[in-house]
Structure formats: structure tokens, C-alpha cells
């Protein structure tokens, strides 16, 4: 077993490297910079390609145009950058292409409050393209939680053929923590299903059954094809509105009507709880935190941790919702997560929300407020 | 000769194309087209990358690896591919306001790595997908939708700005000198390095009929009459050069290409193993 002391831009890196990344392409914004700065250093170590480019929209453009010649790839960045990677990814989930899109999140808007920690790129997660689509994003809340993630995210966006987000806190991307690097057989690798058919047989973008996805090939195996941001039919030429409903359902289904594969979450003292606290990141330790004293008093309190956002986990949070006296979200923002909470649960029971903006933490101490005036008021 | 050629390299079902009648694009394909069967290169290895507008059609057009992208942003993309797959050669297609506008930033920045991608821009003087709005290499003075009472802006010349920013391979050529500028192409995509190839094009549907240029065949003559090779461009004074252009492979420069020079950094980490 291999125990190291890690930083958790450092474990991204990690992580990427162990799931195969071969390729990423960047731009330098705090607070995610170590992870261009580790790929830079390590990726021509295993053969795999740093690029830094001009600018976050170009380096969003290149990990999906090197991903297209079969390698995984990744780009990783933070607040107004995600902004400007949003027009690329929009291309990623249309023309099905995966790749990995970190974010370590800071305050905004804008230039905001560089670089102080903040959960606001919530609803930008799932809505930061235009058009109607659906989202795979991750949240992890440790150092060996984003090594995993991060693998797990090159999984999902290999198996679902789709760019995954992975959202981290800039408090849990610069902390350092002990981290057990997982054995060979704790882990899976998954790789992109490629086409078994002759050149002449293949429909890029023709879903054979019982399969999720099309079959990808790499450019340049001999599998001449053709891809756009238009709106496509199963061969990938552009195809018009006749052709828009059937692919958009079919691009937002594959990942819907997956759920059971794609959510993950982290359920803490919920059995007999009354009160449920919904958090995710950094601000589920300050929770976990507060839940452990709030017990110790006698109050029946909880916390549901979504580890996968995007797509909410919908079934988990309406059972939920029927259980709890009240549901309470916590996090680093003005009630973003609350609103796709109080959409699942509000009809079942109270939900409630408690944000902040001023760029740190919200403590234990304060939770616990929360929750007795909550059960006491 | 046109059908063999439209049968080996082109996806037969996809035509006809989109482009209105009477323009350019269509003469500078088969210069791509034309210049990709000269030099014997396999279709499985060619990867041809655009962006947004009416030339940034013609990927879809072709039997290659063709990637359309989003506005502006073919080189970009295009940089991702060559530098995961170096053994493809990798054509961008694109546009004036695509490239110099929108994507001006991307190429300036693929010309200074020195990244071998050859592209060709289709410089029509502008926007032509979106019905005639003025562009950065809209003549001052001319029209536009947007530029109604004529352009204030001045225009880019895309080859020096290219040469500014570091390309080892620059050329302009005009879709009345097709072989000409199947030559450019040519020269370019066997560069070993950044190339770019500027092919003035008409467009008779906006271009022309916002500042009276005539039919496309006046405007295909104009361009004929208006474009100097390099060396009587010399020769002529600022008085004479009114109105007129520069054709010609105006420069060649060999320098360290990016996706070698990457690949010298991974062999230095495989020495210690050999």
C-alpha cells in the first residue's frame, strides 16, 4: 500500500494520469493552476502531451480535438474561465466526444474574489451552454475523494461519451491530506467502445443495440467521418429540425435514464434522523462536523452528500424528502443546489436553505445554530 | 478529370453544396482537393478542421477526417489534433471573419508555435452565412449590412499579420489563378511547419451586391485585373498600387515545428531506458 502526503490539485493530476490521460491543454487561472503545472511536468514522462494555449475556449477546443484521435483529455480551471470553456463544451456533449473539464471553483461574479473559495458554479455546471442538455458533474470532498473522482470522471465521460465537470472547492484543491493510493484491483478503467465494423459499414453516430452509445472511432484508422456541432443524423452529417428532437432526447436520455449507474452519494446519520443537511464539498465536512456535537446534544440530524450533482440524485432525495421533518442546504452560495432540492423534496416536506458569499468556510459552529434554531424555533 | 476527382475525394451524396451560385468557394475546394491528389497523401491520414461560415462548409463536403467546429475556433481544435496524432496532416479551411476576427487570437498563436497545420482561409471580404455584415478585411470605405454608410474600419492584410506572427509558410493566390493557387496549397501542406494560404475568393450574393461589383464573372475578372505577383508588385509605385493586391509565395522560413519539438521532450524521458 502506498500512503502519501498530497495537495488535492495534485491528486486530480493523479487521478487523471492513473485513468490514462494522455492529453491536456490549458490556461493558467488560480486557484487550479497546479493541475496545468503537474500535467506539465508529468504528461511527457508517460508519452502523453501538455499544451498550454492562448487562451481557456482554444485549450476546451484542443482536448476535444485531441480526444477525437483516441487519447484521453483533460483541461482544468476556475471561475471566469469556466465561463469561456462553456461555448466548446456545448460542442463536447452535442458531437459526443468525452473528456474531462475540471473546475476549482472561486468567487464571482466575473473576476469576483480571486481566490477565495466558493460553491456558485452549481447551476453553471448543469445550464453554462446554451440549449437543452444533460450533465455528468462530480463533487468530491477529500484529496483521495477527487483521486477517485477524477478516474471516475474519465470513466463516465469514456463510457457516456460526454465531457464530465468536476467541481472542486479551492479549499479542498489546495489542502494537503494522507491519501492510500488504491491497488491495481481497487480500481477500473473503462475505454471508449471503438467500432468493430469495416470503414464502409460504420454510422458514427449510430447507436447499435444494447448499447448506450455510438461506437467511437479514432481520426485517422481508416474510418473517414464527419463531425459537427450542427444538429446530425446516425451518420454525423448535419440533418436539419427533422433530425433535432430524436438526437437531443437521445443525448440527454443517455445520461437520465442512466441514473442508478451515475449518482453516487454518501448518506451520514440519517436513520433516525429529523432534520436532513444537504451539502457537498468542502462544506459537507463542516457538516459532518456539526452533525457528530449536534448528536452528542441529542438532535436527530443528518447529512445526504451528493457526490454526483449532475444528474441530481432524484430517487435518493425524494425518499428522503418523505422521512425528514425538514431538509436544510448548506452551501457556499446564495441557494443554488436548494433550488434543484426544494424541486425534488419541497412537496414532501420543508426544505430550507443556508448559503454564504463572502468567500470562506462556513463552520461547524454555525450549522450547529442553524439546526437548534431550526428544531427549536 | 473533375469526376474522378470528385469521386475519389469527395462524398458524392452530400452534394450539391450550399454555396450560392456564382461564388468562390468552390474553385479554392478543388485547389485543396487538387493540391491533397498531387502530392499522393492518403485520405486516412488527412484530417481537414473548420469553423464557422459558408466556407467552413466544405469539410463536409470532403472524404477525409473532417471536423467542423464552433466559430473561430478551427485552429484550435485543429492544434489538439496534430499535436495527439502528429502523423496526420492537418488542413484548416476557414474563413476571413472566421479566422481574423472571431479566431484571430488562435492564429496568430499557431503561427508563432510554428505547429504544422496548413490553413486556408477563404477571404470573400466578408460575412457571408450571416447575409453581408463587413469584416476584417473589408476594404475601408466599402459596405456592408452593418457597415452601411461604408466601412471606418481599416482591413487586415492577413499575410503580414501571419508573418508578424511567426508562419514559415505564407502565400496568396486568387480563385481566377486556380492552378496557381493548387500550387500554394501544395507548397504549404508540404511545409513542415505552420502554413498559411490566403485565397482571395469573391462573393457575388453580398459582397458585390452591397458596393456594385457586378456579376460573378466581373467580380472573378476584377480579382484577375487587381492581383500583382510579388515581383512587379515591387516594381510598381504606391500611385500604381491603388486598388490592387499581392499574389505570390511570399515567404518560406525553416524553424523548429512544434509537435517535433514536443517529441524530443518525450525521448529525453525514454533515454535513461534505451
Known amino acids: ?377 | 478529370m473533375a469526376s474522378t476527382l470528385v469521386k475519389e475525394y469527395f462524398r458524392e451524396d452530400k452534394l450539391p453544396h450550399i454555396w450560392c451560385p456564382g461564388c468562390g468557394n468552390g474553385i479554392v475546394t478543388r485547389a485543396i482537393v487538387k493540391a491533397i491528389d498531387s502530392l499522393g497523401l492518403d485520405k486516412d491520414n488527412v484530417c481537414i478542421v473548420s469553423g464557422i461560415g459558408c466556407s467552413s462548409r466544405a469539410p463536409g463536403y470532403l472524404d477525409f477526417n473532417t471536423l467542423h467546429t464552433t466559430h473561430g475556433r478551427a485552429l484550435a481544435f485543429a492544434t489538439g489534433v496534430k499535436m495527439a496524432k502528429p502523423e496526420l496532416e492537418v488542413i484548416v479551411i476557414t474563413g476571413d471573419g472566421d479566422s481574423s476576427a472571431i479566431g484571430g487570437n488562435h492564429l496568430i498563436h499557431a503561427c508563432r508555435r510554428n505547429i504544422d497545420i496548413t490553413t486556408i482561409v477563404f477571404n470573400n471580404n466578408i460575412y457571408g452565412m450571416t447575409g453581408g455584415q463587413y469584416s476584417p478585411t473589408t476594404p475601408t470605405g466599402d459596405k456592408g449590412t452593418t457597415a452601411p454608410y461604408g466601412n471606418l474600419d481599416a482591413n487586415f492584410d492577413l499575410c503580414e499579420l501571419t508573418k508578424g506572427a511567426g508562419a514559415s509558410y505564407i502565400a496568396r493566390g486568387t480563385a481566377y489563378a486556380a492552378k496557381q493557387l493548387e500550387k500554394f496549397i501544395a507548397e504549404g501542406i508540404k511545409n513542415k511547419g505552420f502554413s498559411f494560404i490566403e485565397a482571395i475568393t469573391a462573393c457575388p450574393t453580398y459582397y458585390g451586391r452591397k458596393n456594385k461589383k457586378g456579376s460573378a464573372v466581373d467580380m472573378l475578372q476584377t480579382v484577375k485585373e487587381s492581383a500583382v505577383m510579388d515581383k512587379a508588385w515591387d516594381r510598381l509605385s504606391e500611385e500604381q498600387r491603388q486598388g490592387k493586391f499581392k499574389i505570390g509565395s511570399f515567404h518560406v522560413e525553416a524553424k523548429p515545428e512544434y509537435t517535433e519539438e514536443y517529441k524530443k521532450l518525450i525521448a529525453s524521458f525514454n533515454k535513461g531506458e534505451e
Open chain 1, 1 to 377: 500500500m502506498t500512503i502519501r502526503l498530497m495537495q488535492g490539485n495534485e491528486a486530480c493530476v493523479e487521478g487523471a494520469l492513473r485513468a490514462g490521460m494522455k492529453f491536456y491543454a490549458g490556461y493558467p487561472i488560480t486557484p487550479s493552476t497546479e493541475i496545468a503545472e503537474i500535467s506539465a511536468i508529468e504528461l511527457p514522462k508517460v508519452g502523453g502531451k501538455f499544451i498550454q494555449m492562448e487562451d481557456e475556449i482554444s485549450s476546451m477546443g484542443a482536448v476535444i480535438g485531441a480526444s477525437l484521435t483516441g487519447l484521453k483529455s483533460m483541461t482544468a480551471t476556475s471561475g471566469p474561465g469556466f465561463s469561456l470553456k462553456q461555448e466548446n463544451l456545448g460542442y463536447g456533449i452535442i458531437s459526443e466526444v468525452p473528456c474531462v473539464v475540471v473546475n476549482v471553483q472561486r468567487g464571482g461574479p466575473s473576476t469576483g474574489l480571486p481566490t477565495s473559495p466558493a460553491q456558485g458554479d452549481i447551476m453553471q455546471a448543469k445550464w453554462g451552454t446554451h440549449g437543452d442538455h444533460a450533465t455528468i458533474a462530480l463533487y468530491p470532498n477529500s484529496v483521495r475523494e477527487i483521486y477517485d473522482m477524477t478516474i471516475r470522471a474519465f470513466n463516465l465521460s469514456e463510457k457516456y461519451r460526454t465531457p464530465v465537470i468536476l467541481l472542486l472547492d479551492e479549499i479542498i484543491g489546495h489542502m494537503r491530506e494522507r491519501i492510500e493510493i488504491p491497488e491495481d484491483d481497487e480500481i477500473e478503467i473503462i475505454d471508449r467502445k471503438k467500432p468493430t465494423c469495416s470503414p464502409d459499414e460504420y454510422k458514427a453516430y449510430e447507436v447499435k443495440e444494447g448499447d448506450i452509445v455510438p461506437e467511437m472511432a479514432d481520426f485517422g484508422t481508416g474510418y473517414r467521418y464527419h463531425v459537427t456541432g450542427l444538429v446530425h443524423d446516425e451518420t454525423g452529417f448535419p440533418a436539419g429540425a427533422t433530425k433535432a428532437e430524436a438526437l437531443i432526447r437521445r443525448l440527454i436520455d443517455k445520461i437520465e435514464d442512466n441514473k442508478d449507474d451515475i449518482c453516487t452519494y454518501e448518506e451520514y446519520m440519517l436513520d433516525d434522523a429529523d432534520i436532513a443537511i444537504v451539502a457537498f464539498g468542502c462544506t459537507s465536512r463542516s457538516a459532518k462536523s456539526a452533525i457528530k456535537s449536534l448528536r452528542g446534544e441529542g438532535y436527530k440530524v443528518g447529512m445526504f452528500r451528493p457526490i454526483t450533482i449532475w444528474p441530481s440524485p432524484e430517487k435518493q432525495l425524494e425518499k428522503l424528502s418523505k422521512r425528514v421533518k425538514r431538509i436544510i442546504v448548506v452551501e457556499m452560495n446564495d441557494g443554488q443546489y436548494f433550488l434543484e432540492v426544494d424541486r425534488i423534496a419541497g412537496k414532501n416536506t420543508l426544505v430550507e436553505k443556508y448559503g454564504r458569499l463572502n468567500g470562506e468556510i462556513i463552520p461547524p459552529h454555525e450549522i450547529i445554530s442553524v439546526v437548534k434554531e431550526a428544531y427549536n424555533g
